[in-house]
């Protein structure tokens, strides 16, 4: 008789694969342990139950943007455990998302998972967290990665082969270089120059050029550069990006603030580099309008609220005939490998959060030669240090 946990991995396999083979999937079931369910005396299945607490993440360098500059950032951890087997989350608050430790605290004291039995109900789970606030996109990124990782790990495999993804298509990514004097960029450089295939710098300020001279005083590696909002003005933004081309960057990231959406059309539509959205988009409900105004978005799993609207965005974006660069704040490698779950499917990525912090709890996605390299573990690929 086929058991319980048996019946749901291959009825998932179905509904939440988007390409992966049910013949292989059940070819699997038969090398690999099948787990049954544990049931009490009263006959009754098992709960999910969600922990979570802060962790402050410490990084390796000052980090300056634009608007600010910080030298941790806070963070809060989740684990969701079903039937022996454990989720990780976490909720990363760089301070542009307006989020505090106390704001995710408190949402996920409000989440009840233990009124659902079966953990392969995403859509239904998801909605249901996505309704308890109208904000709150970390704290719910948090359960929605616990989520993706314990149904993963249900599942034995990991999420880009549920979604049908080829790992070998995951591109490389950027590393970031923040805003500092010369002599820090150049020294932050070289460190990074032999390590990576492109680079990522972030401006907005008045020595935008002088960042971009320095670097270049040091390697001819490709650049993405993220302005970060901080051009004002469409005719300076728009000659900044011919400048830039000129030096060898292949893109532009949020050249003008979000407010500006007519400025950046306009941008857009005579720059000779392709313009993505970041600060511009947050969910599934923002990609339509930017249609034309950008070329392409970057899509964060902290903005909006995970691994299940992210492939939504994902796939509009696609059929909007949009390009598509998925991105991170500073986090752990638990989320920066949930994102990497996504990679080979887009057409840049900016996974360096986790190899900016020095107190990482996870081993998961990695930079090999400056690629990203998924690993074959389930669910988002991690395991805790």
């Not at 402050?56 to 087997?85: C, K, M, N, W």
């Not at 492109?198 to 050029?209: A, F, H, M, S, T």
């Not at 887009?346 to 986790?354: E, I, K, P, S, W």
């Amino acid at each position: 008789m086929t058991n319980r946990r048996d019946f749901l991995k291959t009825a998932a396999l179905a509904t939440l694969g988007a390409g992966m083979i049910a013949e292989e999937a059940m070819a699997d079931t038969k090398k690999k342990k099948i787990y049954l369910f544990n049931i009490n005396k009263q006959g009754a299945a098992p709960k999910m139950k969600m922990r979570f607490f802060p962790y402050e993440l410490q990084l390796r360098h000052v980090f300056t943007v634009a608007t600010y500059s910080r030298t941790t950032t806070p963070d809060v951890q989740v684990e969701i455990e079903y039937d022996g087997i454990i989720g990780y989350g976490e909720a990363s608050m760089p301070p542009y998302l307006g989020q505090t430790v106390k704001s995710v605290l408190a949402f996920l004291q409000k989440v009840d998972l233990g009124q659902f039995s079966d953990p392969f109900q995403l859509e239904d789970i998801l909605a249901y967290v996505d309704s308890l606030s109208p904000g709150d996109t970390a704290a719910k990124a948090a359960v929605d990665i616990a989520l993706h990782d314990l149904v993963g790990k249900l599942l034995q495999a990991p999420w880009y082969r549920i979604w049908g993804l080829d790992k070998e298509k995951a591109p490389s990514t950027t590393f970031t270089i923040g805003i500092d004097t010369a002599d820090v960029v150049r020294k932050k450089t070289e460190e990074c120059a032999e390590l990576y295939n492109i680079l990522k710098v972030k401006l907005g300020r008045d020595n935008d050029k002088e960042m971009i001279k320095t670097i270049r005083s040091v390697t001819d590696l490709p650049i993405a550069v993220d302005a970060n909002q901080g051009w004002k003005d469409r005719q300076h933004a728009l000659d900044m990006i011919h400048w830039l081309k000129e030096q060898g960057i292949v893109m532009v990231e949020q050249p003008m603030p979000k407010e500006q959406l007519d400025d950046i059309a306009w941008v857009t539509q005579q720059s000779p580099l392709p313009v993505f959205a970041d600060e511009s988009v947050q969910r599934l409900k923002d990609v339509p309008s930017l249609k034309g105004a950008f070329t392409g978005i970057n899509i964060k799993l902290m903005k909006c609220t995970g691994m299940r609207e992210a492939w939504k965005m994902l796939t509009l974006a696609r059929a909007l005939d949009m390009k598509v660069m998925v991105g991170c704040m500073t986090e752990t490698s638990c989320a920066c490998s949930a994102a990497a779950q996504l990679s080979p499917a887009v057409d840049f990525a900016d996974l360096d959060g986790n190899l900016l912090i020095s107190n990482d709890r996870f081993k998961g996605m990695e930079v090999v030669g400056g690629k990203i390299t998924l690993s074959d573990l389930p669910g988002i690929g991690v395991v805790k240090l």
